[in-house]
């Protein structure tokens, strides 16, 4: 039997907290490729510190199990469409999908996402209804609900005939029936291999191999992670890169080729073409890029991606507190790891802004940009960050066109009219509104992509933390008018120093604030929201006047309110155009972008003059 036949290469598609990384890990140990006596962490897929917090999966990743002597290739894909470029990728390099959807709420907009780009692929699902043991787990009604989804998506009739299997990837089993044995996954990885094909791959041709990801290592340098295309592959080879449009990016050896086997990378010594591998060797080449032997000129056709929807301006850290905290504080060091980062995630692109030390920083959306910032305050940077904005574009008759979302809600029935009204205000459309079973209600909307900026929060206040908000791009629409910002002004610090509680009690009742009596505080920076319209400066320094007099009663203990204190994308979704958000290993401050007064009030009256012309 030839090696193809021994292999599978598999995605796994599934919903934010639909079980993805779960059924990975059940699949890991009852394959054996994790050893019985061997401590899997939970979630063993999510590596990275953000992925295990949020419970979500940013990055792509290859696992290996072997299965009565077939190889499976397992990916990891993200369930949020903010990570898409990843998603774009990941499929490439796969010969069939598991499409895993929740038995109570059915197949998600994130779903839909992921589902639209396999079936372009024509790859064909295998349909896993998961926690089918919950209590309120209704598995008929999500088959249909898969179904109208694929003829929504024009999926062919192969794609329609899907297979569909019953499981809890909690408990760890699988069955073609719900009368079936609940016993372990051998129906999942029996119906693996019969219904995805053996990888199409030719092995008498040259090497090629289309780069997908792309990491950096401390001792092997640039890892670069694809499928043979075609051809064999070994250790010491020399290959070259070439660009999307076939220049030649360099030529070099290969210094080690890595196969996934369970959760580890370990070395070989050859590959053929439809394995996937990691190789080692490489200086200039990146994602989307060809690796092949000397004697090919045409590179491996990559996927487009599609562009960003939205940007932000991250530049150096200004504030009078600036080097207090982090140990990367220069525009070069911002510069050069922004650049690296732009490298290896194709969704993103950086460009120098106008500013001094400052970079644009485009991506798909507030939680790719957001996780990106905390990733780059958890290694020692210090930033200043402004509002998160859209990207507008024209079309071809020179109109404005803005991205749009699909938004579906899930709530219950009582909060469903506060949701469509706030939604309308954000210039949202309603599209279906109807019973999901269990007093919920689901709401589909189409909406500009600024109308969601800053809304999540929200939506959780307004549905009392019950709520399921899911969103999707869907293209671009013309533009479809201002949208109403936040309405409150905030309070700014007039002083530099330490904030004193007989100050904060005093401002209480203008607003809450968002600083605690002890907080490092700076002019310019905000304090809390005012709860009128315009901005107040304010001073958090002022101490009790004290004087030889004795009081007639005793001073009352002040009691502060706790303060609000905002996550970096709350932050982000807070600001307006003439705020920063102060980002530091340990803070999240809000200030306005000139800490000057007198600079700011000329500032705002210069734009005042510009918007009134």
């Given at each position: 039997m030839s090696a193809q036949n021994t292999l599978r290469n598999i995605a796994i598609i599934a919903h934010v907290d639909h079980g993805k990384t779960t059924m990975v890990d059940?699949?890991?140990?009852?394959?054996?490729?994790?050893?019985?006596?061997?401590?899997?962490?939970?979630?063993?897929?999510?590596?990275?510190d953000l992925e295990k917090e949020r419970g979500i999966t940013i990055l792509a990743k290859c696992t290996s199990v072997d299965w009565k002597g077939t190889r499976i290739n397992i990916v990891d894909t993200p369930g949020h469409a903010d990570f898409g470029g990843e998603v774009e990728r990941i499929l490439s390099m796969v010969d069939g999908v598991v499409l895993l959807v929740d038995a109570a709420e059915g197949p998600m907009p994130q779903t839909k996402f992921v589902t639209i780009k396999a079936l372009e692929l024509g790859l064909k699902p295998i349909v896993v209804i998961n926690k089918v043991d919950k209590p309120d787990a209704r598995p008929?009604?999500?088959?249909?609900?898969?179904?109208?989804?694929?003829?929504?998506?024009?999926?062919?009739?192969?794609?329609?005939d899907f297979?569909?299997?019953?499981?809890?990837?909690?408990?760890?089993?699988?069955?073609?029936?719900?009368?079936?044995?609940?016993?372990?996954?051998?129906?999942?990885?029996?119906?693996v291999l019969d219904k995805v094909s053996p990888p199409e791959a030719d092995t008498s041709g040259p090497f090629r191999m289309l780069v997908t990801t792309l990491e950096s290592d401390p001792y092997l340098g640039r890892i670069l992670t694809g499928r043979i295309e075609s051809g064999t592959i070994a250790v010491n080879r020399?290959?070259?890169?070439?660009?999307?449009?076939?220049?030649?990016?360099?030529?070099?050896?290969?210094?080690?080729?890595?196969?996934?086997?369970?959760?580890?990378?370990?070395?070989?010594?050859?590959?053929?073409?439809?394995?996937?591998?990691?190789?080692?060797?490489?200086?200039?080449?990146?994602?989307?890029?060809?690796?092949?032997?000397?004697?090919?000129?045409?590179?491996?056709?990559?996927?487009p991606i599609a562009p960003p929807t939205m940007a932000m301006t991250v530049s150096v850290n200004d504030s009078p507190l600036a080097g207090r905290e982090g140990d990367k504080l220069t525009g070069r060091m911002i510069g050069d790891r922004l650049e690296r980062e732009a490298e290896s995630n194709v969704a993103i692109r950086v460009t120098e802004s106008a500013e001094k030390d400052a970079y644009e920083v485009a991506g798909r959306g507030e939680l790719q940009l957001g996780v990106l910032l905390e990733t780059l305050r958890r290694e020692g940077f210090e930033l200043t960050v402004?509002?998160?904005?859209?990207?507008?574009r024209k079309d071809e008759k020179g109109q404005r066109i803005e991205p749009m979302e699909e938004v579906q809600v899930d709530v219950d029935e009582e909060f469903s009219g506060v949701v469509v009204e706030k939604l309308g205000l954000r210039k949202g459309e309603m599209t279906q509104m109807a019973p999901s079973g269990g007093g919920k209600t689901r709401i589909v909307f189409d909406i500009p992509s600024r109308g969601l900026i800053g809304y999540q929060g929200e939506f959780l206040a307004d549905t009392r933390g019950t709520g399921i908000l899911s969103r999707m791009f869907t293209g671009f629409a013309?533009?479809?008018?201002?949208i109403p910002g936040r309405r409150a002004g905030v309070l700014i610090s007039a002083e530099q120093g330490t904030a004193v509680p007989y100050a904060l009690a005093n401002l209480e009742e203008r607003g809450p604030l968002f600083v605690s009596p002890g907080d490092p505080v700076y002019g310019g920076m905000i304090l809390g929201e005012h709860n009128k319209g315009n901005d107040?400066?304010?001073?958090?320094?002022?101490?009790?006047?004290?004087?030889?007099?004795?009081?007639?009663?005793?001073?009352?203990?002040?009691?502060?309110?706790?303060?609000?204190?905002?996550?970096?994308?709350?932050?982000?979704?807070y600001i307006q155009d003439d705020e920063r958000v102060e980002v530091t290993p340990k803070s999240i401050r809000l200030r306005k972008a000139i800490l000057d007064p007198h600079e700011r009030k000329k500032d705002k009256r210069k734009r005042d003059a510009e918007e009134a012309a």
């Open positions: 059940k699949l890991l140990t009852q394959s054996g490729a994790v050893q019985s006596h061997q401590q899997l962490a939970e979630r063993a897929m999510d590596s990275n008929d009604w999500v088959i249909d609900q898969v179904f109208d989804l694929f003829v929504a998506l024009d999926a062919n009739e192969d794609q329609l297979p569909v299997l019953y499981a809890s990837a909690k408990q760890g089993w699988a069955a073609r029936s719900l009368d079936d044995d609940r016993t372990d996954l051998t129906p999942l990885f029996e119906t020399t290959v070259k890169g070439l660009s999307r449009d076939g220049k030649q990016l360099e030529s070099g050896r290969l210094t080690k080729l890595l196969a996934f086997r369970g959760l580890k990378r370990e070395p070989v010594e050859t590959a053929s073409a439809g394995d996937i591998v990691a190789i080692a060797g490489m200086t200039v080449a990146t994602v989307a890029d060809t690796i092949c032997d000397p004697s090919v000129t045409e590179p491996v056709p990559g996927r402004g509002p998160p904005r859209v990207l507008f013309p533009y479809k008018g201002p107040l400066e304010v001073n958090p320094l002022k101490a009790k006047q004290l004087t030889n007099f004795r009081a007639s009663g005793k001073d009352d203990a002040l009691k502060l309110t706790t303060p609000v204190r905002r996550t970096l994308e709350e932050a982000l979704a």
